[in-house]
């Protein structure tokens, strides 16, 4: 298992710096003059000069990427361009945010999708297999920012029961996790656990109905084990996949956020991804996009790690 674990680890790195060398030149790439920010289009020369000095613009792109790269291995991602803030401390408060988010937003959808898509396997063209087979394509198709504005009119505007925006009447910073602060979080978190239910309804569903079939599940039943102990040998044959499935939905709604939380105006680094590339700040937004995609490797790192945990099958694979 610890041979296994050094491997994973071993691909993950080459991984890893391809992250940081995509996250820099996709910055680079993109159209426009970060230096817009903070310089007037009538500034002179001169000024245009220093700050490109200031923030190493000056240099080949090669050498911007080597000291950029050397100063993120040490926690240094920059100083913001528009607020001349640290990155490092922006990044991680709107990570926290939107751990946060996505936590319970993963949680929602993939204990929802797990109660599906084992009744719907379970009961094969019954009405419930039909009714989760609806929902689950309706909750891949639909898209996430729409559905934040219908909830917003129903629950928000029209009931009045939730808030549409922020992240508390105190602020993020101030977060309790009490009902008035939950209250914020409702709604954008039930908008983003929709995909995931869908995806891991869909998945368990095909996994539960192909067992029930297998000769070993036939073997069990004719041993005289109950329909409790059955499952219990089924979910530990699914859980592997489902595990894969729900470590990717919860990279994805790291990533993917950026239209939800901007709907509901949650603090968090979609938001500040927004912000950050309407601000034309690429400090900010060569440092949100890093963080965001490490965290997208090393989940996936652990996520490689801990199958084998549950199949130990797999380290012989």
Not at 57 to 75: S, T
Not at 177 to 184: A, G, L, V
Not at 186 to 206: D, E, K, Q, Y
Request: proline share 5%.
């Amino acid at each position: 298992m610890f041979a296994y674990a050094i491997k994973r680890l071993l691909y993950a790195l080459p991984i890893a710096l391809g992250v940081t060398l995509v996250s820099f030149m996709l910055v680079h790439m993109a159209p426009g003059d970060a230096l817009n920010a903070i310089a007037p289009a009538d500034a002179p020369v001169e000024v245009i000069e220093a700050l490109k000095s200031a923030y190493g613009l000056d240099r080949p792109v090669p050498v911007q990427y080597g000291l950029w790269l050397a100063r993120a291995l040490q926690g240094d991602l920059g100083t913001s361009i528009a607020s001349g803030r640290a990155v490092a401390g922006e990044v991680l408060s709107a990570v926290s945010n939107t751990l946060m988010l996505a936590g319970v937003a993963s949680l929602a959808g993939v204990l929802a999708g797990c109660v599906l898509g084992a009744l719907a396997g379970y009961h094969s063209g019954a009405a419930i297999d039909r009714f989760a087979t609806v929902l689950s394509v309706i909750g891949v198709s639909i898209p996430h920012y729409w559905l934040g504005l219908i909830l917003t009119i129903i629950f928000s505007i029209t009931l009045g029961w939730l808030p549409a925006m922020g992240a508390g009447a105190d602020s993020s910073s101030a977060w309790v996790w009490d009902w008035p602060h939950m209250r914020y979080l409702v709604l954008p978190a039930a908008t983003m656990s929709v995909i995931p239910m869908g995806i891991i309804t869909r998945t368990v569903r095909a996994l539960v109905s192909e067992m029930l079939n297998k000769e070993f599940v036939v073997a069990l039943r004719a041993r005289g084990l109950s329909e409790v102990a059955v499952f219990g040998h089924i979910a530990k044959n699914v859980a592997p996949t489902v595990l894969a499935v729900a470590g990717l939905q919860v990279g994805y709604l790291m990533g993917g956020s950026i239209l939800v939380e901007t709907v509901f105006a949650w603090p968090g680094t979609g938001f500040l991804l927004n912000t950050a590339i309407f601000q034309r700040d690429m400090p900010l937004l060569q440092g949100t996009i890093l963080v965001l995609c490490m965290f997208f490797v090393v989940l996936n790192l652990l996520v490689d790690i801990l199958q084998p945990l549950i199949d130990p099958r797999m380290v012989r694979a």
